[in-house]
């Protein structure tokens, strides 16, 4: 990854083995703060790549593990045939999830966060419209305007190195998540995280990350969702 990502990214230090598995080692990001609060917000208007969707209609795969996931959520979300097979395709159960929360509608969606007293909250899969992530992100701050500030200054910044950076240009970025982390001194932090699924795109293809999908664009919507983001986080700040 190019220099001017560097300060938004863990530092990477390569594989290591133990027990015959192989662990990618990167910096702890929660290193220098106090009793951190932290919070993981799963970035893109979409959460699988194109390649997968490819994938589901050469060799359809029902899984039953995302059938019932989908059901403990929402028993009348399967369609006849899914219940039939009790198994439903990634891709569904992955658009699903899209729509149910706010990926769809915003470009971004909360995952989960945990409180400095590490009480933590994952209830999000229906966190959709605006005001519902709102409540959500000013639970996470607790009201703290301070916290808010320093979380829009680091967002900005991020959004002008994206905006300018090469990599993000030439690369679709899927599921990937914003790290943000906080603690009592004041202190914030902001960095990205989770490349599992981001790829290299043919010569051709570059991508403005905010324009939206139709297959074969290879668009994710990661600008979108970041817009998004900073106009929720600006809208909580007192009126002055
Ligand atoms: O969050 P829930 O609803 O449980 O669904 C999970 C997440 O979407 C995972 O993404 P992430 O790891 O980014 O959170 C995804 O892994 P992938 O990133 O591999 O697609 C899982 O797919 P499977 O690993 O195939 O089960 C899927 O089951
Ligand atoms: N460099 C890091 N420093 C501290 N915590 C991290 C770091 N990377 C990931 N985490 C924590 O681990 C969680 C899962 O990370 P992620 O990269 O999404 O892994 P996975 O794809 O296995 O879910 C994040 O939500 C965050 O809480």
Redesign the pocket.
């Known amino acids: 990854m190019e220099d001017t990502l560097r300060p938004f990214v863990?530092a990477y230090h390569g594989v290591v083995q133990r027990d015959e598995q192989d662990y990618n080692m990167?910096?702890?990001?929660?290193t220098h703060f106090d009793s951190p609060a932290?919070m993981?917000c799963k970035m893109g208007s979409r959460t699988y790549l194109e390649e997968e969707l490819l994938l589901a209609r050469e060799r359809p795969q029902p899984r039953e593990d995302m059938y019932e996931k989908m059901v403990a959520v929402d028993p009348e979300a399967p369609t006849f045939q899914e219940r039939a097979q009790q198994a439903v395709l990634k891709t569904r159960y992955m658009q699903w999830r899209e729509t149910l929360s706010s990926t769809t509608n915003l470009g971004f969606r909360i995952?989960g966060f945990r409180k400095p007293n590490k009480e933590c909250h994952t209830n999000f899969k229906r966190t959709k419209s605006r005001d519902q992530v709102m409540e959500a992100l000013d639970n996470f701050v607790e009201s703290n305007t301070q916290i808010v500030l320093g979380y829009l200054r680091r967002l900005k910044q991020l959004r002008q190195v994206l905006e300018a950076s090469d990599f993000f240009r030439t690369h679709e970025v899927v599921g990937s998540?914003l790290?943000f982390v906080h603690d009592w001194t004041g202190m914030t932090g902001v960095w990205m995280?989770?490349f599992?699924k981001t790829v290299a795109l043919p010569s051709q293809i570059t991508l403005d990350h905010r324009t939206p999908w139709v297959e074969g664009n290879r668009e994710d919507g990661y600008l979108w969702g970041l817009d998004n983001l900073i106009d929720i986080l600006a809208n909580m700040l007192p009126l002055t």
Not at 26 to 30: E, I, R, S
């Open positions: 863990p990167m910096d702890n990001l929660l932290i993981d995952e998540s790290l995280i989770d599992g």
